[in-house]
């Protein structure tokens, strides 16, 4: 019985060890049914498969969860036989994530800085005494009509 190369698909014999078409080396247990198996398993299982509604459910509750959903990102992105497409989703949720922590971090170290500029050239200063006395509005403009009178 005649074997495939599994690189090129070219005939060769049962003893050969390499492809005489591609010099692809071959493994003597492949035959023809053993392939067909390997196909049918690697069509069940097919990483290149796209993803239903209710794995994009599944993913949308996975990480509404705080802690958790970093850590399955992490999983999920650096997993080699896992889904192609929830591979790219979660390496590309870990680029936002990485890209949110740069932003914050950069904001909150501006915003201390700012403070600490405040407090220091303005160390007595307070923005919002309160005396507790209420000013005058009737002095502010003139109404036509005295304020007493309605």
């Known amino acids: 019985?005649?074997?495939?190369?599994?690189?090129?698909?070219?005939?060769?014999g049962e003893e050969?060890?390499?492809?005489?078409?591609?010099?692809?080396k071959l493994n003597k247990a492949e035959n023809r049914?053993?392939?067909h198996q390997e196909q049918?398993?690697?069509s069940r299982n097919d990483i290149y498969a796209p993803l239903s509604v209710g794995d994009y459910l599944f993913i949308g509750f996975i990480l509404m969860i705080p802690v958790i959903n970093i850590i399955v990102f992490f999983i999920w992105a650096f997993d080699k036989y896992s889904n192609l497409n929830?591979?790219?989703?979660a390496r590309a949720g870990l680029i936002y994530l990485g890209i949110c922590v740069v932003l914050l971090t950069i904001l909150g170290v501006?915003?201390?800085?700012?403070?600490?500029?405040?407090?220091?050239?303005?160390?007595?200063?307070?923005y919002y005494e309160d005396d507790g006395e209420f000013p005058d509005f009737d002095n502010w403009t003139q109404l036509p009509f005295d304020a007493k009178e309605t």
Do not use: H, T, W
């Open 110 to 126: 501006g915003m201390f800085r700012a403070v600490q500029l405040d407090q220091q050239f303005y160390p007595e200063e307070r």
């Open 1 to 12: 019985m005649d074997r495939k190369c599994i690189q090129c698909g070219q005939n060769v």
């Open 16 to 24: 050969d060890i390499y492809c005489i078409n591609c010099g692809n």
């Open 86 to 89: 929830r591979r790219n989703l």
């Open 33 to 35: 049914s053993e392939m």
């Open 40 to 42: 049918k398993a690697f």
